[in-house]
């Protein structure tokens, strides 16, 4: 186990420095000019040309990149002489937007996408796990029909027609619920269950409908395996082997998707944050790519995809805890 833990971290490692590599290099060297989306638009050629020595723009590509991996690992100076900043550990740099740091700022926002992310996360797979395996027990039926007719319409409905409709309908028409504004759990914890409900349901509505079919597909494909038999003919419980052995069994493609789409929403959901004015990772990762913002789109991709390789390495972990057979 502790040589398979230092291979993936190792490849974990390797795959964070490619992706760096190729952020920096689409946000560097193509025809964008990051000194004079930080200058301005009235800015002078001389001026210009100190943003651009500021910046260490003026240095050859490989080594911003070796100053901007180093910053991660120990901090680094921005700029040089009176005007020198101390950008400390991990120093992703300055947004060009507002002059703060960007660590700062992804640290500021990701509360605020971490509680929708998981809130939503609970939600959907309690939903769509609830209706597949409830469908896969009563495969072919009335019931199961329903269920997949009724998935299959939420997947058909992008979150933002959802998001919207849940707006008009439960805030201003019904008037149960007041428009999000997020506020922290441990200030309020009711206030940040009502304020997040209605983006939670908006994601959950979407990534339950395909959990349901892939947990339906999985179970009938489990309650089929010769052990299943067995665990009946020895007298078991239903309950028993439904939970035990089909269940159990049947997560293993469900963990995978999981970890995935976690891990995807932790980095932001641009489009849930933006229709419910939400102060997440993705609403900044819209302004950054607006206004051209290029070290916070930079800073947003890499949190990216630590998460999801973060989770990725979780998942198989998990795997041999839920079937013991992935251990040989």
């Not at 058909?156 to 439960?170: A, C, E, K, R």
């Not at 349901?212 to 038999?229: K, N, T």
């Not at 419910?276 to 995809?305: K, N, W």
């Amino acid at each position: 186990m502790i040589l398979y833990l230092a291979r993936r971290l190792l490849a974990l490692a390797g795959v964070l420095l490619a992706i760096a590599a190729v952020t920096f290099v689409i946000f560097y060297v193509l025809p964008t000019d990051p000194a004079a989306a930080a200058c301005g638009k009235t800015c002078s050629a001389e001026r210009l040309a100190d943003v651009r020595a500021y910046l260490g723009l003026d240095r050859p590509v490989w080594r911003q990149f070796a100053d901007f991996l180093t910053g991660i690992f120990t901090g680094r100076t921005l700029g040089t002489g009176q005007y020198a900043v101390q950008c400390d550990f991990p120093c992703l740099g300055y947004s060009y937007e507002n002059s703060l740091p960007v660590w700062d700022l992804l640290m500021d926002r990701l509360p605020v996408s971490a509680s929708l992310a998981v809130g939503a996360a609970a939600l959907w797979l309690l939903l769509g796990l609830g209706a597949g395996v409830t469908a896969a027990l009563r495969k072919d039926t009335a019931t199961d029909k329903a269920l997949m007719v009724g998935a299959v319409a939420a997947a058909s409905l992008p979150v933002y027609f959802t998001s919207v409709m849940l707006i008009y309908g439960v805030i201003r028409v019904a008037g149960l619920l007041p428009y999000p504004t997020y506020q922290a759990f441990t200030d309020n914890p009711l206030a940040w269950a009502a304020n997040l409900l209605l983006p939670w349901t908006a994601l959950a509505l979407l990534y339950a409908a395909m959990y349901a079919r892939q947990s339906r597909g999985s179970m009938i494909e489990a309650m089929a395996e010769p052990y299943i038999r067995t665990a009946r003919a020895k007298g078991m419980p239903e309950r028993t082997v439904v939970v035990k052995h089909g269940l159990r069994s049947g997560m293993t493609p469900i963990l995978t998707i999981f970890g995935m789409d976690l891990g995807g929403l932790l980095a932001g959901a641009v489009i849930t944050e933006s229709i419910f004015g939400l102060p997440g990772i993705g609403r900044l990762f819209y302004g950054a790519l607006v206004s051209s913002d290029q070290p916070v789109v930079l800073g947003v991709t890499l949190l990216a995809a630590f998460f999801i390789v973060v989770a990725n390495l979780v998942v198989d972990l998990l795997y041999a805890v839920i079937d013991p057979r992935v251990r040989y």
